[in-house]
């Protein structure tokens, strides 16, 4: 595919890297020369420096010859103005980076796509979104919502206790046969290799293991992963940034007693206007003495949201040593992912992988309508339609010619999600979500096709 991105910032740089690692032809765009020569020296892409809503420059950047256009500059005026003038000049499909979360909430009233934007997306609504999501399933320090539910992704660390550690996944299958769910992705503790678990695949304490399950499934996952289904109901926030003050409002919404901490005196008395539910506190976060006096150990979840990732880390950490059940830190350094079991914090979150799995689905052949990279682990799940006429279409599972380094987890089916066996058939309308490893994406989406 041919890709213009417009802003070599976090999302963009981000965004431009996983996408040249898969040899799509490249194009940043970004009025900052110091961005573009890292992106250029680093990244086998075409760079351009300039506005990206000149004419003359999209038409340099032979945006008429383009299949996506993808605006995730600092500006929202840029990001719509550029997608607007790109689908006029030719473009197949355009996304917007925007911070105001109206246009998303009234996207039915106002037809952005008859403007020229076929999606909006913004990183910090999907932050938001992602905290509710694992408040909700507390246990487990990834999830991820397939159809409203019907399939549900979560990611657990294997305790010594849990009852399948040492058992092969054909065992475990043996054992707990009546179960809903099908491992989908691991990673051994120390090691970066990610496995696509095999019928001899054996659960080892401390793996990081993906599952797929249905939502009777959870409850099973819990018992089994050895994990206490906690009741979150008092959460302290740390910082109100646009993700503090969006997850603020949002569970404030949803009856949690929210604690917002926020250093900046003025923005603290703004916020405690615009969040009338939530006590809102001035004064900074890192001093433990203030963070005890607001009692702290009585909270059920910590979440620290501010700008700088090291903060956020190490509030966490206080929270763990104050047994707060449940701790989530927002972090723009990739590199911390693989600290963030070892050290002890529940959950790390990075909105620009957030962005990057939004608009990922928009890249893959066949029809895809979800798509996410797994944290820390070097894995893709991909949910796709299947047409009439794919090669899936009417074939058992295990008759299939899959790769061995991809995985199917589960199909949803007339509204229901069903955890699919090697003798399941799938059929045109099916929505399969799939596991796979980087390689081997070319060939699942063959089978789609």
Do not use: W
Request: glycine share 6%; aromatic share 6%; charged share 25%.
């Amino acid at each position: 595919m041919k890709i213009i991105i417009a802003g070599a910032g976090e999302v963009g740089f981000h965004l431009a890297k996983l996408l040249s690692y898969e040899s799509q032809d490249i194009t940043l765009i970004d009025t900052r020369k110091d961005s573009l020569a890292y992106a250029d020296s680093h990244l086998d892409i075409r760079v351009i420096k300039g506005d990206a809503t000149s004419i003359s420059l999209l038409q340099d950047a032979q945006v008429q010859d383009s299949d996506l256009v993808i605006g995730v500059t600092s500006s929202e005026t840029t990001n719509i103005t550029l997608c607007m003038l790109a689908k006029q000049l030719g473009c197949k499909r355009t996304i917007a980076r925007i911070s105001n979360t109206e246009f998303i909430d009234n996207k039915e009233t106002v037809k952005f796509s008859e403007l020229g934007i076929d999606e909006l997306i913004s990183p910090e609504e999907l932050a938001a979104a992602e905290i509710q999501l694992l408040l909700s399933k507390s246990a487990f320090n990834d999830t991820y919502d397939f159809e409203d539910g019907k399939l549900i992704m979560v990611g657990v660390s294997l305790l010594k206790t849990a009852p399948f550690v040492g058992k092969m996944v054909k065992e475990a299958a043996k054992i707990f046969s009546e179960l809903h769910f099908m491992p989908i992705a691991l990673k051994r503790l120390g090691t970066q290799f990610t496995v696509i678990p095999r019928g001899d695949t054996i659960f080892k304490e401390g793996d990081q293991v993906y599952f797929i399950t249905t939502s009777e499934g959870v409850d099973e996952l819990y018992k089994l992963s050895d994990k206490k289904k906690e009741e979150i109901k008092n959460v302290m926030i740390l910082g109100g940034s646009k993700v503090g003050f969006k997850t603020a409002r949002d569970l404030c919404v949803n009856k949690f007693n929210v604690k917002l901490v926020e250093k900046n005196k003025e923005k603290a008395f703004d916020l405690a206007d615009d969040l009338p539910n939530a006590l809102v506190i001035n004064g900074d976060g890192r001093n433990v003495e203030l963070l005890q006096e607001e009692s702290l150990e009585s909270m059920d979840a910590f979440i620290a949201v501010t700008g700088n990732s090291e903060t956020n880390i190490m509030s966490c950490l206080v929270a763990k040593s104050k047994h707060v059940k449940k701790t989530i830190a927002l972090v723009e350094n990739m590199d911390y992912f693989q600290l963030s079991h070892s050290i002890g914090i529940d959950t790390l979150i990075n909105k620009k992988l957030l962005a990057a799995n939004n608009i990922f689905r928009h890249i893959r052949k066949g029809e895809v309508v979800a798509s996410m990279r797994l944290n820390n682990l070097n894995a893709e799940i991909l949910e796709f339609v299947v047409k009439p006429n794919s090669k899936v279409t009417g074939t058992i599972i295990r008759e299939l010619d899959f790769p061995k380094s991809a995985t199917i987890g589960g199909v949803v089916r007339d509204g229901k999600g069903i955890i699919a066996l090697g003798g399941f058939e799938i059929k045109a309308g099916d929505r399969v979500v799939v596991c796979c490893l980087p390689k081997v994406i070319a060939e699942i989406e063959k089978l789609f096709l």
